[in-house]
């Protein structure tokens, strides 16, 4: 039988196309349900304040850098949705005395914005990714700790490059947040044209995606331009740079964090129990972490909410 099509994007896979038994059984979740799907090699984690979720969240990116060595670099990959963690780590570091050049430490931004020729938009554009990291963390540490400008790799210029990266140097963890598309970086769902108009691809051949320039789905631009320009969605592209599933499974350990106001709260239930059952679907890309043998969900309490009718 053939899956419906999207209610939000006819052109596009997305969950809206799954069955709706297990559409019905995410909705049903409850925060005690949420911690029921741990299990070997997947950790679903509740903090009751967000100073502690986004504390948790910063204090990876310490430990990541204390393990690297000149001798055996290492570092983490990091998000921008959220980004409540990035002065947290500036004071961290700061506090700590921790010498990032001294330690050889290393940083991977996950995405990035392109222009409409597909070339990285510069720092200077308002909602440059890079530009959010140097302001909000890099910039804010102390010079004489400060990591080498070398060690700071985006998904811009030579993306065969940034991609080789991963196998140089170890990815302690890669951090992301989930978007309403229920992506991790950009991995959004793919269009449905080609081969795949009556299936989406399957998740082997979505796995071997690397860092890519790609298409990103409608409502990962109106999400962005929600989040991030106050709704004006003339001023967010509609593709960008990206980090791959292929340099995703390089990273030892992936860690979700879900505040509660990137994705809703039906959708972080959603991800949470494929990822738990083992039902990757790339009309999901986040279902796909079902294969990696490390992921950590962390959730707000107070973000998890209900998948209840309420009118406003």
């Known amino acids: 039988m053939a899956r419906p099509l999207s209610k939000v994007a006819p052109d596009w896979w997305d969950y809206t196309t799954l069955e709706p038994d297990l559409l019905e059984d995410a909705a049903r979740l409850s925060p005690g349900d949420l911690l029921q799907l741990s299990r070997p090699g997947f950790a679903v984690r509740i903090y009751d304040t967000l100073e502690e979720l986004y504390c948790v969240e910063a204090l990876e990116y310490i430990d990541a850098w204390k393990q690297s060595t000149p001798d055996n670099p290492a570092g983490i990959c990091g998000p921008i949705g959220p980004t409540e963690q990035l002065p947290l780590v500036a004071r961290m570091v700061n506090a700590l005395g921790l010498d990032l050049g001294k330690h050889d430490a290393h940083f991977w931004g996950m995405d990035e914005w392109v222009d409409e020729h597909d070339r990285p938009v510069p720092e200077e554009f308002p909602l440059s990714f890079a530009k959010a990291d140097q302001e909000l963390c890099f910039d804010r540490i102390e010079p004489g700790l400060a990591i080498p400008s070398a060690n700071l790799h985006f998904p811009t210029g030579d993306l065969d490059a940034y991609g080789r990266s991963y196998d140089d140097i170890r990815c302690v963890v890669m951090q992301g947040g989930q978007g309403e ?15 795949y108009v009556d299936a989406p691809p399957p998740p082997e051949v979505y796995r071997r995606l690397g860092t890519r320039v790609t298409d990103l789905h409608p409502m990962t631009v109106i999400q962005n331009a929600r989040t991030s320009g106050g709704g004006y969605v003339p001023s967010v592209p509609t593709r960008a740079c990206t980090v791959g599933p292929v340099e995703t499974w390089k990273a030892e350990r992936v860690s979700i964090y879900h505040p509660g ?31 990696h043998p490390d992921v950590t969900f962390s959730y707000y309490r107070g973000g998890i909410g209900t998948v209840d009718v309420e009118m406003h």
Do not use: C, Q, Y
């Open 181 to 195: 598309i229920k992506h991790w970086a950009f991995n959004d769902p793919p269009k449905r044209e080609g081969d």
């Open 261 to 291: 106001h990137h994705d809703n709260p039906f959708g972080i239930r959603l991800s949470a129990l494929m990822i738990s059952k083992g039902l990757a679907d790339t009309a999901v890309p986040m279902s796909l972490l079902s294969d």
